[in-house]
């Protein structure tokens, strides 16, 4: 059982009162407290039938396990100034505005370069190597990763270029910009979402995504693990540039049962998926992460996107396992509309859980140590 996982549904779990223990007490709780996560996903689809199942299993488990841990910290109150400042400057609806606000940094030459490297044919493992060891985090971030639980290996991986052959090169540009994008906003903290939580919620997306990827034989898993990664991108930025907003949207989420995206449309004339497609778009990533970021929570909109459908379904996971969090950790109704989601199997979501609950530990240790330099 992961360690971030148990330390995090417990803590949700406290709220019910109870600590440590096993037996039926235990399932009932773990039951209720998971309940509270699914109570405005709709109708029982199979999947969420699933998931709400292998949810209350992890949540029990760690009871059991008598795992301890403090209550979660309730939403603060915001500043007066920062009320004051998010109600000047931000019109409804200014996605450009927004995104120049949010004062985006340019992305890294090195993932840049890598880039550039992986259109051309074939590049060398000596070549990206080359390119890798100009930055010493993402060097360290990728020998970490090699020589982590996740790969095994017996003897210990001390090149880069050995590395980068390990790991395999689409791997090690989703690492480059998975450490970036962590560092993003580490110096300006949002109000109303905490950084740790988010990205935690944002790695654990991406490896859900890349894992589901990963079983169904999609040809470039990496490519979901970025869409994963960057999925809410945009409500990080409302969060740190209209701090107000965001607090009246989650409020209407809760008070008035609304899912995030129905608030979003009445309180900021957009939804963070169109933010996060404008922020995609300032850094030229390319069109099919844009389109992924903007329709994960309705891949129906976008019926070509693959990885949109993907990254929804794993969005809902992870809100299931209560793996982090965004400040709305409420699980939204399922996209049924999109026909893509009967093409994948219960028994792949299935083994996409338990490779999701294996590897989130790690993969945040990797990015979250790579992003603090
Ligand atoms: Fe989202
Ligand atoms: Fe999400």
Not at 12 to 39: P, S, T
Request: glycine share 8%.
């Amino acid at each position: 059982m992961s360690d971030i996982l148990s330390g995090v549904v417990v803590s949700q779990a406290m709220g019910l009162e109870m600590q440590g223990g096993c037996g039926r007490d235990v399932q009932d709780i773990a039951e209720e407290a998971v309940a509270r996560r699914f109570r405005l996903s709709g109708a029982a689809h199979p999947f969420l039938v699933l998931l709400r199942r292998r949810a209350v299993e992890a949540l029990a488990q760690s009871l059991c396990a008598g795992v301890s841990c403090e209550l979660p910290a309730p939403r603060m109150p915001l500043p007066p100034e920062v009320t004051h400042e998010a109600n000047s400057g931000v019109a409804p609806g200014d996605l450009d505005g927004l995104a120049e606000r949010a004062r985006l940094p340019a992305l890294p030459q090195v993932f840049l370069e890598l880039q550039h490297a992986m259109e051309r044919e074939e590049p060398s493992y000596d070549e990206l190597a080359a390119i890798i060891s100009k930055d010493p985090r993402l060097a360290a971030s990728l020998l970490r990763l090699v020589n982590g639980p996740l790969f095994g290996f017996r003897a210990p991986v001390e090149t880069v270029s050995r590395a980068v052959a390990a790991a395999g090169t689409r791997r090690v540009t989703s690492l480059a910009l998975g450490t970036f994008v962590l560092g993003l906003f580490r110096e300006r903290p949002p109000h109303v979402v905490n950084l740790h939580d988010f990205w935690l919620h944002s790695v654990a997306t991406a490896l859900m995504a890349r894992a589901l990827a990963t079983r169904m034989g999609r040809d470039d898993p990496e490519r979901y693990f970025v869409a994963g990664l960057l999925h809410d991108i945009g409500w990080l930025a409302i969060c740190a540039v209209w701090p107000a907003g965001a607090e009246r949207v989650l409020d209407r989420c809760r008070d008035l049962g609304e899912t995030l995206t129905e608030a979003e449309r009445a309180e900021l004339g957009m939804t963070h998926g169109e933010m996060g497609a404008a922020m995609l778009r300032r850094w030229n990533l390319p069109p099919v992460l844009v389109d992924a970021v903007q329709a994960h929570h309705a891949p129906s909109e976008a019926p070509a996107s693959d990885e949109a459908l993907l990254v929804h379904l794993a969005d809902e996971a992870v809100k299931a396992f209560g793996i982090g969090g965004t400040g709305d950790d409420c699980i939204q109704p399922l996209d049924t509309d999109a026909t893509g989601l009967r093409s994948i199997s219960a028994h792949d979501l299935d083994a996409a859980c338990e490779a999701l609950l294996e590897g989130v530990d790690e993969m945040y240790a990797v990015l979250g140590a790579g992003a603090r330099g």
